[in-house]
């Protein structure tokens, strides 16, 4: 499997490294000044891979999924901070015939960690338990709330009519851990993934890059689990 990397910072470098571990080729890897150079340029960069994984910022989520869907390389795209052009996003990957795959987080825990939320938050609702979210990153994260704990917010109001408190942390060196908690005047039950080191996520893009090569359409991370 031929792979373009879109996004060399320490996620797109782990990615590589790990990709590299599997037996993948890494194709090209187009750093931020690549992505901000002429459509042109990338499209032709990205022409003749199998697969790309992007993992580089938000703002640059549309333009990238643009020239990939142009190239006819299925994407996989890693990035968050890009809730406001996921309609754009979606709309353009099915006008062009294309295959994205996105998630706000690649380990497979927390994929399956949502489908325990879920099913959790009926559950409590039932019975008048407050819901409640914490978050805590490594310091170099730009956004807050991060994706996963939007996702799980989303996942949790689904069950509530209250809006959902949710608080992020950003300090140090922290891979990841996303708490959701049920309360009530008589006891509290948590649930928590605790990330213990990012080669996790870069494991679930790769196995995303294997899943959604030979498709076509839009998927979710946590869809690739019921095929």
Not at 71 to 88: I, N, R, Y
Not at 137 to 158: E, Q, W, Y
Request: glycine letters at 10%; charged letters at 20%; a neutral charge.
């Amino acid at each position: 499997m031929k792979m373009a990397l879109i996004g060399h910072g320490s996620m797109g470098q782990l990615v590589a490294h790990e990709a590299t571990k599997a037996g993948a080729e890494i194709g090209t890897i187009l750093t931020s000044r690549d992505v901000s150079a002429n459509p042109a340029f990338l499209i032709e960069k990205l022409r003749g891979h199998d697969v790309a994984i992007d993992f580089s910022i938000g703002e640059r989520v549309l333009p990238n999924v643009e020239a990939c869907m142009r190239a006819g390389v299925p994407l996989v795209e890693g990035t968050t901070g890009w809730k406001k052009d996921e309609t754009s996003v979606k709309s353009l990957v099915l006008e062009l015939d294309g295959a994205l795959v996105y998630g706000a987080n690649f380990s497979v825990g927390v994929n399956l960690l949502y489908r325990v939320v879920d099913y959790a938050s009926k559950l409590f609702a039932s019975v008048n338990y407050a819901p409640f979210i914490e978050e805590e990153h490594h310091a170099r994260k730009r956004d807050a709330p991060s994706g996963t704990a939007i996702v799980l917010r989303d996942i949790i109001s689904a069950h509530f009519d209250a809006e959902i408190p949710t608080a992020s942390t950003r300090a140090g060196h922290i891979p990841g851990t996303h708490r959701v908690g049920f309360d009530s005047l008589g006891d509290q039950v948590l649930l928590t993934h605790t990330a213990r080191s990012r080669a996790g996520f870069a494991s679930g893009a790769l196995l995303a890059a294997k899943w959604i090569v030979g498709r076509k359409g839009v998927f979710e991370f946590s869809q690739i689990f019921d095929f």
